[in-house]
């Protein structure tokens, strides 16, 4: 049964960092795309980074650029977005998602077939 399982979220101050986790299961992750999306009270969902499955092509949204880091441990089935000097405006559920990739290295936010239930980030004083 293909899995995502989010952890390490939690109540941070502002300029803080947390470290999130996805552990992946039940599938080959190797040849999955693995991306980041949030959910803030009230708001859509929006993507926030991406990975291709070699983890050579990371992608950013321009709001956390600079500030979150993605990586993945295809050998451990985890991927990680390393989230620093966080805002308020950070605050949301975060997700993991996955789909079968469509080229060797590249990653997009498109046709994720694959989420995780969540882990909730908040940002507050």
């Known amino acids: 049964q293909l899995q995502l399982v989010e952890t390490g979220g939690g109540l941070v101050q502002p300029g803080g960092s947390l470290r999130l986790s996805c552990a992946a299961s039940?599938?080959?992750?190797?040849?999955?795309?693995i991306a980041w999306f949030r959910q803030a009270p009230g708001k859509e969902r929006e993507a926030v980074s991406c990975?291709?499955?070699?983890?050579?092509?990371?992608k950013y949204v321009d709001s956390v650029e600079g500030r979150f880091t993605i990586s993945r441990d295809n050998a451990k089935k985890m991927v990680y977005l390393q989230m620093n000097y966080l805002k308020p405006e950070d605050t949301a559920v975060y997700y993991c998602?996955?789909?079968?990739?469509?080229?060797?290295?590249?990653?997009?936010?498109?046709?994720?077939?694959?989420w995780g239930k969540g882990t909730l980030v908040t940002v507050s004083s």
């Open positions: 998602a996955a789909r079968a990739r469509w080229s060797i290295s590249g990653c997009n936010y498109n046709g994720m077939d694959y």
């Open positions: 039940g599938f080959n992750v190797d040849n999955y795309v």
């Open positions: 990975i291709g499955s070699t983890g050579t092509v990371r």
